[in-house]
């Protein structure tokens, strides 16, 4: 950790990446629900790469609060340059222990986004997982800005929510969270993909042992082929990760 307390923090590409182990992650968003409004991204290599052309969605991860190692690749490239983090910390993992939590705590929880249905299917098989679990709410709605007003709404709406799972997909989701949350009261939200797909049980996750192999991004591509040409953004960063490493042994600034 770094001074004060912070994190010591990575950047990759022009993305900072925070290093913070999972439960260090967990600690830090249970202290961001009693200062409300904050925001948790999760940087991989594609969400980086993404960066590169989309100024905006690099600007709104800038904003975020906390930038947790989700991605391999970027322990990967760390390693590279010098300048290692301690740990994956996976955004589905980290979704679902803030959920178990929330169940302790009587923390309230938000599910927003995804496709039709499936927050409230999510909503159901984790109150049924997490007995004492209070869902706040569920609302599919858009993540673009002519909809903001309407998902803002249907948050507000809600009451106390202490913790808003944001399932909009990568760029989306965060351009919505920086866009919206200064003007809702809320504890902290973090993006989460296709997490509630997981949750609601409509898309099989990667069993543990590929998880640990690092070979989640295959099992997603088996499971889903529509994603190979996300996968190809990816596969971009490590050449080029592998490029820059000589020469970058004080810092990954680029």
Not at 83 to 105: I, K, S
Request: proline share 5%; net charge positive; charged share 30%.
């Amino acid at each position: 950790m770094g001074l004060g307390g912070l994190p010591r923090s990575v950047t990759i590409f022009g993305v900072r990446v925070d290093d913070v182990t999972e439960d260090e992650a967990v600690a830090r968003c249970e202290g961001f629900i009693g200062e409300r409004r904050r925001m948790v991204v999760t940087p991989n290599p594609e969400i980086v790469m993404a960066t590169r052309r989309d100024r905006a969605l690099r600007h709104a991860l800038a904003r975020a609060d906390l930038a947790i190692p989700d991605g391999g690749g970027l322990l990967l490239a760390a390693r590279l340059w010098g300048r290692p983090l301690r740990e994956q910390v996976r955004g589905t993992d980290l979704a679902y222990r803030l959920v178990a939590r929330a169940a302790e705590r009587g923390d309230r929880v938000f599910l927003l986004g995804a496709g039709p249905g499936v927050a409230e299917e999510a909503a159901a098989r984790l109150t049924a997982r997490y007995p004492g679990l209070a869902i706040a709410g569920t609302f599919a709605g858009r993540a673009d800005e002519a909809h903001d007003a309407e998902t803002r709404g249907a948050v507000a709406a809600a009451g106390r929510v202490d913790i808003l799972l944001v399932a909009y997909g990568a760029s989306k989701q965060e351009g919505w969270m920086a866009r919206n949350l200064p003007a809702l009261d809320v504890g902290v939200a973090l993006g989460v993909g296709g997490v509630l797909d997981f949750m609601a049980g409509r898309v099989r996750r990667a069993p543990r042992v590929v998880r640990q192999a690092r070979l989640e991004w295959l099992f997603r591509l088996l499971v889903q082929p529509w994603r190979w040409r996300r996968q190809l953004r990816a596969a971009r960063f490590f050449p080029l990760a592998a490029r820059r490493a000589p020469g970058r042994r004080r810092g990954a600034d680029d």
